[in-house]
């Protein structure tokens, strides 16, 4: 069943601040000081703009704020990323106003492999106030699933033959800082214990929009690579201190990025185009 559901949306005024960018450098292992006021926002670092301030009264049960639009419950407790769209029609300046649109757009409620679940699709719309029309547009797309493991998905290894790859090892301190800078305070990135006992996972998660930014960076730094658009599914569960490959080829509307864990199974896919 598939309704759209009446949710006040969140709409802000904030700046795009240089010190938060400076910050989102310094966790990728950049120089912060090759980042300055005036300059486009890297695209995919938009991301230190969609930190919700949901009140810690309001927060779910795990944590997570809902990006600051209060996200729905329905007796679902567990909650993971399934996938995301971002559409760049603009650049953002570092230091610059922006207005943010936050709202939910949709919920789906029906039968999943483990009972009862619901999809909750988020939209965000990020709009310089020097701008017209919006520089970016994402929809994040969020399972809300029963209490217990998630059932199994079938998986075989992918292959990591690639035109380009980069093998990367997120840690604790990683996934704090992008959490932090985000203000994404979902306990399966945060809390081990939460994980694995209440989850049911066996370690802390990497954030979905972690595996984007670093497919983003993976394109910017190293192939010199400007999105305008990108699709993403995540298909099974990235973990902490696990390598994960990031292989790169291009397809006919710009590259085509599979994100492979440390057993070479296809965890996600992103469509790029540039």
């Not at 240089?18 to 950049?30: G, I, Y």
């Not at 927060?59 to 559409?87: E, I, Q």
């Not at 800078?181 to 694995?196: M, P, V």
């Not at 080829?249 to 590259?255: E, T, V």
Request: proline share 8%.
């Amino acid at each position: 069943m598939t309704m759209e559901r009446d949710s006040a949306p969140l709409i802000r005024i904030d700046s795009c601040a240089l010190a938060s960018a400076r910050r989102v450098a310094a966790m990728l292992d950049c120089d912060p000081g090759m980042v300055a006021d005036g300059q486009p926002l890297p695209r995919g670092w938009h991301f230190i703009l969609l930190g919700g301030d949901t009140r810690r009264s309001e927060l779910r049960g795990d944590g997570f704020p809902g990006l600051g639009v209060p996200m729905p419950d329905f007796g679902l407790p567990r909650l993971l990323l399934a996938g995301r769209s971002v559409r760049w029609d603009g650049d953002i300046a570092i230091g610059e106003p922006v207005e943010r649109d936050s709202r939910i757009e949709d919920i789906t409620e029906k039968q999943g492999p483990a009972g009862r679940m619901a999809l909750v699709r988020l939209r965000h719309a990020l709009r310089p106030l020097s701008q017209a029309q919006a520089a970016v547009i994402e929809t994040q797309t969020y399972a809300l699933l029963p209490a217990g493991p998630s059932a199994p998905r079938p998986a075989a290894p992918a292959g990591a033959e690639a035109a380009h790859r980069r093998r990367v090892t997120p840690d604790e301190t990683l996934l704090f800082q992008y959490s932090a800078l985000g203000f994404n305070s979902h306990k399966i990135h945060l809390d081990r214990d939460h994980a694995r006992i209440v989850e049911g996972l066996p370690d802390l998660v990497v954030n979905g929009g972690l595996v984007a930014l670093l497919a983003t960076e993976f394109l910017r730094t190293d192939l010199g690579v400007t999105p305008t658009a990108l699709r993403a599914r995540h298909l099974s569960p990235l973990y902490c201190n696990h390598p994960m490959t990031l292989c790169a080829d291009p397809a006919p509307s710009g590259w085509r990025i599979r994100v492979l864990d440390d057993s070479g199974v296809l965890a996600a896919e992103l469509e790029v185009e540039a």
